[in-house]
């Protein structure tokens, strides 16, 4: 086997014999070689969500084998691979399309590995048939060659997911002011995130950022065809297991709009830089529910939460346009203090009439509160 680059991450790596899964093709040495070598870093550097992912597969080893996917979509292994355009940026990422039916999520810089490193491990938890939950495809390695940001010796890991046509907040806004809306679709929404929930809460995985851009779908072929929706973006999961584990995560870019009361301040005063600085309560697979509940009600109003409220006064369209992030967050606090998130987002009467079964289902969802178990039951 041919010796793979090395970076200063890298020089001390030790590889690992062949694996079952290597003997029957299905991994890359080379990739295998540094994603062990990856994955004991973040173990030495006190990750301690890599400690508890090595003991639901027994090692960092297998951890690794398991990891790793399909070959053939190894940039590592085929440099004849290329990236396509850039379909999206985070706050740690960029997303790329790779050929027609993938697309690759890597780092911006190698300081960010960890953070990709976890949501490979979260979501290979998560891979299960059925479940609503974006598939994972493999780990792959990627140098200046593949991404012109990278330095010249760097190799930062990248997730090779499944491509999907758009998400669910470009749908809405594809769909916004369409006179005969399609019930049929906001109930499978409803199934599909409430499967994805009910899986993430067996495995005990928050997800702490669910928002409409991280619901995925692609269009249905032919009018028989069931819109589905998988949840997608696990940048800022992690695993919530108090009678063993406290895995806090240093990553956490939350989105405001749809924060549970419990999760901001309501210190109107108090100085704010990001999101993240609102967040005071702990995320729990509760507060992904809250979150859930106000991507389904999007769906109903053509809308973010709460932008119709900010922009539905003269007041409030001369601040929408000179506003600063810091007073609109201020602004976004002062809403959602007030737990009231339906009739604030709710401006036309008639949605009422409309949605209201839906809106019943909303209702028990984002003021009474009520777990998971009892909402899966008014699916029946």
């Not at 697309?103 to 810089?109: A, F, G, N, Q």
């Not at 470009?170 to 499967?195: A, E």
């Not at 602004?331 to 009231?340: E, G, H, P, R, Y």
Request: proline share 5%; glycine share 4%.
């Amino acid at each position: 086997m041919d010796t793979p680059p090395t970076s200063p991450a890298f020089t001390t790596s030790r590889y690992m014999p062949l694996s079952p899964e290597l003997k029957e093709g299905k991994c890359s040495q080379s990739s295998l070689d540094l994603l062990q070598s990856d994955l004991e870093l973040c173990s030495k550097n006190g990750n301690k969500v890599m400690d508890v992912m090595a003991l639901y597969h027994g090692t960092l080893a297998s951890v690794a084998c398991q990891v790793y996917g399909d070959r053939n979509v190894d940039l590592y292994l085929n440099p004849s691979l290329k990236i396509g355009k850039v379909r999206d940026r985070g706050s740690v990422s960029f997303i790329f399309d790779l050929e027609d039916r993938y697309v690759i999520k890597c780092p911006m810089s190698r300081r960010k590995y960890d953070i990709i490193l976890r949501e490979a491990l979260i979501l290979r938890l998560l891979q299960a048939p059925d479940n609503n939950i974006v598939p994972l495809i493999g780990v792959t390695y990627l140098g200046k060659s593949h991404f012109r940001h990278l330095r010249a010796n760097e190799l930062v890991p990248a997730l090779v997911l499944q491509k999907f046509e758009l998400n669910l907040h470009t749908y809405i806004n594809m769909h916004r002011g369409d006179i005969q809306p399609d019930k049929g679709v906001w109930h499978s929404l409803l199934r599909d995130i409430l499967c994805a929930l009910k899986f993430m809460k067996s495995k005990n995985i928050v997800h702490r950022d669910i928002k409409t851009s991280n619901i995925l779908l692609n269009l249905p072929r032919h009018d028989t065809d069931t819109t589905r929706f998988y949840l997608a973006d696990f940048t800022s999961a992690d695993i919530e297991d108090p009678e063993e584990f406290n895995t806090t995560h240093d990553h956490v870019d939350t989105t405001l709009e749809y924060c549970a009361p419990e999760l901001i301040s309501f210190f109107s005063d108090m100085p704010m830089s990001n999101h993240s600085s609102h967040i005071v309560g702990t995320p729990s697979m509760h507060t992904d529910l809250y979150a859930a509940g106000l991507c389904l009600l999007s769906f109903i109003t053509g809308y973010e939460p709460y932008d119709q409220l900010f922009n539905s006064s003269s007041t409030n369209e001369t601040r929408s346009r000179s506003a600063s992030p810091v007073q609109k967050s201020q602004w976004l606090i002062n809403a959602i203090s007030k737990m009231d998130p339906i009739s604030l987002n709710i401006q036309d009467q008639r949605i009422y009439d409309i949605w209201r079964e839906e809106l019943q289902i909303l209702n028990a969802i984002l003021v009474e509160r009520k777990p998971l178990e009892e909402i899966m039951q008014l699916l029946h």
